[in-house]
T-cell receptor, first 113, second 113 residues
């Protein structure tokens, strides 16, 4: 069982609001990732981090930002939410030197009205 | 560069029938290959993985996959489908054990009674 947690699981907010999606893992993994999942299921990497104070943008451009101040914590922030941000956001982590599998949280489903 | 193609966005089988989900990959180096399963309103969970060694890999819930380098394929099979197998399935490739993973678009498996 993976020890990676996301909150909130579901969030409905109005346009223009600032939101933060939380992601924490207790496995001591260096590498953490945020994926955006469309209704059509495709997973798109939007941010990743290879350690504390390291963050990079992923393959899909996103207006969100991330931070990595502690190993176990990798929050994602939207300063001003828009309906186009409506999606499911999945956080994942992996060991730095392992067999490469990702451990996923249960996801945060965001709806912006 | 790495990529993954999952043939068939929807697969429907009868309970007890063979499950075959197709995955072809592209990688410039020997790949790490994964199959993940996603149940409704959940994150992704690892089914099985290929790193090195034996090309036939067994995973959880009776699934297995065979790495075929000559065909650049990693198809997922299960001899006898169960109703509980209905879910979304994702194939993924990584060029190292700690790099970014690239996911296919996913296949929805429906199991008919």
């Amino acid at each position: 069982e993976a020890d990676i947690y996301q909150t909130p699981r579901y969030l409905v907010i109005g346009t223009g609001k600032k939101i933060t999606l939380e992601c924490s893992q207790t496995m001591g993994h260096d590498k953490m990732y945020w994926y955006q999942q469309d209704p059509g299921m495709e997973l798109h990497l939007i941010h990743y981090s290879y350690g504390v104070n390291s963050t990079e943008k992923g393959d899909l451009s996103s207006e969100s930002t991330v931070s990595r101040i502690r190993t176990e914590h990798f929050p994602l922030t939207l300063e001003s939410a828009r309906p186009s941000h409506t999606s499911q956001y999945l956080c994942a982590s992996r060991q730095g030197a392992g067999t490469g599998e990702l451990f996923f949280g249960e996801g945060s489903r965001l709806t912006v009205l | 560069a790495q990529s993954v193609t999952q043939l068939g966005s929807h697969v429907s089988v009868s309970e007890g029938a063979l499950v075959l989900l197709r995955c072809n990959y592209s990688s410039s180096v020997p790949p790490y290959l994964f199959w993940y399963v996603q149940y409704p309103n959940q994150g992704l969970q690892l089914l099985l993985k290929y790193t090195t060694g034996a090309t036939l890999v067994k995973g959880i819930n009776g699934f297995e996959a065979e790495f075929k380098k000559s065909e650049t394929s990693f198809h997922l099979t299960k001899p006898s489908a169960h109703m509980s197998d209905a879910a979304e399935y994702f194939c993924a490739v990584s060029e190292t054990n700690a790099g970014k993973s690239t996911f296919g678009d996913g296949t929805t498996l429906t199991v008919k009674p």
